[in-house]
């Protein structure tokens, strides 16, 4: 049984494209992580939320509690965007989830 | 200084060795992570320290052992180590565990270990 679902699992884009990555939770989360990893294993902390919305830069990350689902958007994408985007959730009780990973491609 | 650092960043084995990985942080936080990934996978979390004391070990087998010496330093001491637990180790900083956002994770680049 998985607590997270991430999809895509994998995505091409073409370099200027609108991305949506989609996660959704099965578990009772007090905040939800999104990570960037690129090739080569360095982690980078994206957005941490626990409702509504947050901006940074190209980078909008959405999350709907009572839906139990969260989108991560990246409006003109770019090649250096290519990474892995995990979704991780926080549960009421401290556990630990992490989605699989959307493997994100962006081509000149 | 809002970094994690982990040394060595990659590390070859062999199954009777003994080694240590290290992991840094010079943020004030309070709680800090080991994680293990393999290859494709998402992390799986290992130890969780809080205030310098082991609060989570997810049944991780003994032949991995952390130590917390101090509130910026993490290490996880390995030995007879088998070929499967090759993978990367990332280490994770936060500035605590209670509350929302205290939960941000900030991770280190990572050790890759490979074990012969």
């Known amino acids: 049984k998985n607590e997270v679902e991430q999809s895509p699992q994998n995505l091409t884009a073409q370099e200027g494209e609108f991305i949506t990555i989609n996660c959704s939770y099965s578990v009772g989360i007090s905040a939800l992580h999104w990570l960037q990893q690129h090739p080569g294993g360095g982690i980078v902390s994206l957005f941490m939320l626990s409702s509504g919305k947050k901006k940074h830069g190209r980078l909008i990350a959405t999350i709907n509690i009572q839906e139990k689902h969260s989108s991560l958007h990246i409006t003109a994408s770019h090649p250096r965007d290519s990474a892995v985007y995990i979704c991780?959730?926080?549960?009421?009780?401290?556990?630990?989830?992490f989605g699989t990973g959307t493997s994100l491609t962006v081509i000149p | 200084d809002t970094e994690v650092t982990q040394t060595p960043k990659h590390l070859v084995m062999g199954m009777t060795n003994k080694k240590s990985l290290k992991c840094e942080q010079h943020m004030g936080h309070r709680a800090m992570y080991w994680y293990k990934q393999k290859a494709k996978k998402p992390p799986e979390l290992m130890f969780v320290?809080?205030?310098?004391?082991?609060?989570i070990n997810e049944s991780v087998p003994s032949r991995f052992s952390p130590e917390c010496p101090n509130s910026s330093l993490l290490n996880l001491h390995l030995h007879a180590l088998q070929p499967e637990d090759s993978a990367l180790y990332l280490c994770a900083s936060s500035q605590g565990l209670a509350g929302t956002y205290y939960n941000e994770q900030f991770f280190g680049p990572g050790t890759r270990l490979t074990v012969l």
């Open positions: 991780a959730p926080r549960g009421t009780g401290n556990q630990f989830y």
């Open positions: 320290y809080s205030y310098e004391k082991l609060s």
